[in-house]
């Protein structure tokens, strides 16, 4: 999200606003939960004339306080009232709205709060209106509310309650308060604003319960209320016995301090007890097959809960049946899983929509991870039923042709074109430009399937069936062989980053052969190819690898997959460099996003930023509409660290340190094969 906004989120339940702390109308702002808009409009005005704004502060993830000042009227000087609105996320929006009086005289004054909801589906917001969108907005009373904004659409109904707790006049969408205020006097209302879908949210309290009056007297000696909050409301794992960093290299300890706080904030609870990290902030703030199996990888390092749940919640989620509309076929992991009206009512697929190529295979290589950062038989055996559908999708629908490699192709309306990582319409061509006409099959996906087929042999070996592996350790050997023979390009001494529909290379370069690294299906005699020239100039930016080489006729450094650098991307490429024992290479990534991230707000990397050159003294220029916080991105900082220190479970210790380029790094309390419930409950 960019600078103009604040974000603050909890779970699913976000609030985009202004920097003033409005939500205005026509714009993205908005309080957002079930994938729908709930509040399109949140207004705050004295004597009928808007604030001016001083300033904002995000205290956490939830919570934000905006600070603002009366403006000039015939009767009062500009400045005359502070208006202080302290903001938490929960299962709604709670603000404490607090007006001091700086006059000398008692002052009579008009606040007015106005809110609004259109209801939008999440998709029609980042995408523009639907057509089809055919519900009415209407005003009802509702027992114990100031306001009920209610929606309809034929059986589809949602509400937005509104409390305050001081009585208001209302007058249609406007609450009207008249207040009389003594010199320094404090007026206050405690706002509650629930989003209902079926059965209402109980409400929370006060913010002023968190947070404390904002005129009361300073006291350090209290206790920190914020973390108080914390251990109240966020009793779940991932809480407790996280790896503890001591480096002497600052920047670093401020980003991987952001990225625990980002992933607390990404955490969803799909199915009770088990905790899947969302894909990213604001607009994919649900589950992503792809993006919650990849950041769950990333982070296993913290410890094996995002792991654990991240795999049941997609195995009850993978598809039994065939289904056209949703390109959902026996045995495939869902990519995206949404709730709003439009995906409900199926003008999009997206209820449970599966139309990506490589969650799949990826399942499998985080249940291999999970079992080796475990060791629990348990878990293998009540998800190896899940794991052979996965592996019959492979051989039976993602080769669609029966040449040996998988392959994809859009299927429905509303679905996307290109259902691998780089999922934009345009992030597949040539080098001349031209785009490649499906079916599909990437470069990254054969070494997905590659991994995932090696990694199987091994568990079913742990579960003693070792006539399953070898069958599969020889099938993904012959994998290996083809890919190797198919996808080289010998006149550019790199991979291909695609076959197309008639299997013709796709010659652009790319950063996609860099997952073929991770995998591990390339050849050695080759790594040192794919490797030199990942690093050339027109690929590596100083900030990052690109996603598409410079040289290329689509290249844009403000593309989304077409030039810009992706931390996730990078985090795999330098982890497969480190692999293939090209560490030095793998470094000299790892540090690039470190001094990417101290360059960003919060010292947080974004989902992508732009492809531009470094130069000195300069910073990575922004991609204006990426995600911030996102999964992945924010697994790239901990994956870069599980990389640099060479952690593996094999090894009978939990504390690792490595001295890099001047930089001392010391990881302590890496926890593995000491689960907690880490089984079907």
């Given at each position: 999200?960019?600078?103009?906004?604040?974000?603050?989120?909890?779970?699913?339940?976000?609030?985009?606003?202004?920097?003033?702390?409005?939500?205005?109308?026509?714009?993205?702002?908005?309080?957002y939960a079930h994938d729908t808009?709930?509040?399109?409009?949140?207004?705050?005005?004295?004597?009928?004339?808007?604030?001016?704004?001083?300033?904002?502060?995000?205290?956490?993830?939830?919570?934000a306080t905006f600070y603002a000042?009366?403006?000039?009227?015939?009767?009062?000087?500009?400045?005359?009232?502070?208006?202080?609105?302290?903001?938490?996320?929960?299962?709604?929006?709670?603000?404490?709205?607090?007006?001091?009086?700086?006059?000398?005289?008692?002052?009579?004054?008009?606040?007015?709060?106005?809110?609004?909801?259109?209801?939008?589906?999440?998709?029609?917001?980042?995408?523009?209106?639907?057509?089809?969108?055919?519900?009415?907005?209407?005003?009802?009373?509702?027992?114990?509310?100031?306001?009920?904004?209610?929606?309809?659409?034929?059986?589809?109904?949602?509400?937005?309650?509104?409390?305050?707790?001081?009585?208001?006049?209302?007058?249609?969408?406007?609450?009207?308060?008249?207040?009389?205020?003594?010199?320094?006097?404090?007026?206050?209302?405690?706002?509650?604003?629930?989003?209902?879908?079926?059965?209402?949210?109980?409400?929370?309290?006060?913010?002023?319960?968190?947070?404390?009056?904002?005129?009361?007297?300073?006291?350090?000696?209290?206790?920190?209320?914020?973390?108080?909050?914390?251990?109240?409301?966020?009793?779940?794992?991932?809480?407790?016995?996280?790896?503890?960093?001591?480096?002497?290299?600052?920047?670093?300890?401020?980003?991987?301090?952001?990225?625990?706080?980002?992933?607390?904030?990404?955490?969803?609870?799909?199915?009770?007890?088990?905790?899947?990290?969302?894909?990213?902030?604001?607009?994919?703030?649900?589950?992503?097959?792809?993006?919650?199996?990849?950041?769950?990888?990333?982070?296993?390092?913290?410890?094996?809960?995002?792991?654990?749940?991240?795999?049941?919640?997609?195995?009850?989620?993978?598809?039994?049946?065939?289904?056209?509309?949703?390109?959902?076929?026996?045995?495939?992991?869902?990519?995206?899983?949404?709730?709003?009206?439009?995906?409900?009512?199926?003008?999009?697929?997206?209820?449970?929509?599966?139309?990506?190529?490589?969650?799949?295979?990826?399942?499998?290589?985080?249940?291999?991870?999970?079992?080796?950062?475990?060791?629990?038989?348990?878990?293998?055996?009540?998800?190896?039923?899940?794991?052979?559908?996965?592996?019959?999708?492979?051989?039976?629908?993602?080769?669609?042709?029966?040449?040996?490699?998988?392959?994809?192709?859009?299927?429905?309306?509303?679905?996307?074109?290109?259902?691998?990582?780089?999922?934009?319409?345009?992030?597949?061509?040539?080098?001349?430009?031209?785009?490649?006409?499906?079916?599909?099959?990437?470069?990254?996906?054969?070494?997905?399937?590659?991994?995932?087929?090696?990694?199987?042999?091994?568990?079913?070996?742990?579960?003693?069936?070792?006539?399953?592996?070898?069958?599969?350790?020889?099938?993904?050997?012959?994998?290996?062989?083809?890919?190797?023979?198919?996808?080289?390009?010998?006149?550019?001494?790199?991979?291909?980053?695609?076959?197309?529909?008639?299997?013709?290379?796709?010659?652009?370069?790319?950063?996609?052969?860099?997952?073929?690294?991770?995998?591990?299906?390339?050849?050695?005699?080759?790594?040192?190819?794919?490797?030199?020239?990942?690093?050339?100039?027109?690929?590596?930016?100083?900030?990052?690898?690109?996603?598409?080489?410079?040289?290329?006729?689509?290249?844009?450094?403000?593309?989304?997959?077409?030039?810009?650098?992706?931390?996730?991307?990078?985090?795999?490429?330098?982890?497969?460099?480190?692999?293939?024992?090209?560490?030095?290479?793998?470094?000299?990534?790892?540090?690039?996003?470190?001094?990417?991230?101290?360059?960003?707000?919060?010292?947080?990397?974004?989902?992508?930023?732009?492809?531009?050159?470094?130069?000195?003294?300069?910073?990575?220029?922004?991609?204006?509409?990426?995600?911030?916080?996102?999964?992945?991105?924010?697994?790239?900082?901990?994956?870069?660290?599980?990389?640099?220190?060479?952690?593996?479970?094999?090894?009978?210790?939990?504390?690792?340190?490595?001295?890099?380029?001047?930089?001392?790094i010391f990881l302590n309390g890496?926890?593995?094969?000491?689960?907690?419930?880490?089984?079907?409950?």
């Amino acid at each position: 999200m960019d600078s103009d906004h604040i974000t603050i989120i909890e779970e699913s339940v976000f609030a985009v606003s202004s920097r003033a702390g409005n939500i205005r109308s026509r714009t993205v702002e908005g309080l957002y939960a079930h994938d729908t808009r709930f509040l399109s409009n949140f207004g705050l005005a004295l004597e009928g004339l808007s604030l001016e704004p001083v300033g904002a502060n995000q205290l956490d993830h939830s919570m934000a306080t905006f600070y603002a000042s009366s403006r000039r009227t015939r009767k009062l000087p500009s400045s005359a009232f502070s208006v202080i609105r302290d903001r938490y996320v929960s299962n709604g929006l709670y603000e404490d709205i607090y007006i001091m009086n700086h006059t000398t005289k008692t002052s009579s004054l008009q606040v007015s709060i106005t809110c609004d909801a259109d209801f939008a589906d999440v998709f029609e917001v980042r995408l523009g209106p639907a057509l089809s969108k055919e519900g009415k907005v209407t005003v009802e009373e509702r027992d114990g509310q100031d306001l009920c904004l209610h929606y309809q659409r034929g059986e589809f109904t949602r509400e937005t309650w509104v409390k305050f707790s001081a009585e208001p006049q209302v007058r249609g969408r406007t609450s009207i308060f008249d207040v009389n205020l003594p010199p320094k006097g404090v007026w206050k209302t405690c706002v509650t604003i629930l989003p209902v879908v079926g059965a209402p949210p109980k409400p929370t309290s006060c913010v002023q319960d968190i947070l404390g009056s904002p005129f009361s007297p300073y006291r350090p000696s209290e206790e920190n209320r914020i973390e108080s909050l914390r251990r109240i409301v966020r009793e779940a794992p991932f809480e407790y016995s996280l790896p503890r960093l001591e480096t002497d290299y600052i920047d670093l300890r401020q980003t991987y301090q952001q990225a625990l706080a980002d992933l607390r904030a990404l955490r969803l609870e799909y199915l009770p007890g088990y905790y899947i990290l969302a894909a990213g902030v604001p607009w994919f703030m649900t589950l992503f097959g792809r993006d919650s199996t990849i950041a769950a990888i990333q982070t296993k390092i913290l410890g094996p809960e995002f792991m654990i749940g991240t795999l049941y919640t997609l195995a009850s989620l993978q598809a039994a049946k065939y289904d056209a509309f949703r390109e959902a076929e026996p045995g495939k992991i869902p990519h995206e899983v949404r709730k709003g009206e439009l995906s409900l009512l199926e003008v999009v697929p997206h209820s449970s929509y599966y139309g990506s190529v490589d969650a799949t295979p990826l399942f499998l290589v985080l249940l291999w991870e999970a079992y080796r950062w475990t060791g629990s038989v348990k878990m293998l055996q009540q998800l190896m039923p899940h794991a052979e559908k996965a592996l019959n999708w492979i051989d039976q629908y993602g080769d669609m042709d029966g040449d040996g490699f998988v392959e994809y192709q859009l299927r429905t309306k509303n679905g996307l074109r290109n259902q691998g990582w780089k999922d934009s319409r345009d992030s597949i061509s040539f080098a001349n430009g031209k785009l490649a006409p499906p079916p599909i099959a990437l470069c990254e996906v054969q070494g997905y399937v590659y991994d995932a087929k090696r990694k199987m042999a091994d568990l079913y070996k742990v579960l003693g069936n070792t006539s399953r592996a070898d069958d599969l350790r020889l099938q993904a050997e012959h994998l290996k062989r083809r890919f190797n023979e198919v996808f080289w390009m010998p006149e550019k001494q790199f991979f291909a980053v695609a076959l197309d529909q008639h299997k013709h290379r796709v010659d652009s370069i790319t950063s996609n052969p860099g997952h073929c690294l991770w995998s591990g299906i390339i050849d050695e005699v080759k790594a040192p190819q794919v490797v030199k020239r990942l690093m050339e100039p027109d690929m590596f930016g100083g900030w990052g690898i690109r996603t598409l080489s410079t040289e290329m006729i689509r290249y844009n450094p403000l593309s989304y997959h077409n030039g810009s650098v992706w931390p996730h991307d990078n985090s795999l490429i330098a982890a497969g460099m480190a692999q293939y024992g090209f560490y030095n290479e793998a470094k000299t990534i790892a540090l690039s996003l470190f001094e990417a991230a101290s360059a960003f707000p919060r010292y947080r990397l974004p989902e992508l930023f732009a492809g531009y050159p470094r130069r000195e003294y300069a910073f990575p220029a922004p991609y204006p509409a990426a995600n911030s916080p996102q999964a992945w991105a924010t697994g790239a900082i901990i994956y870069m660290l599980e990389m640099l220190l060479g952690i593996v479970p094999e090894r009978e210790r939990t504390n690792w340190e490595a001295h890099i380029d001047g930089i001392s790094i010391f990881l302590n309390g890496v926890r593995y094969r000491n689960p907690k419930q880490i089984t079907q409950r």
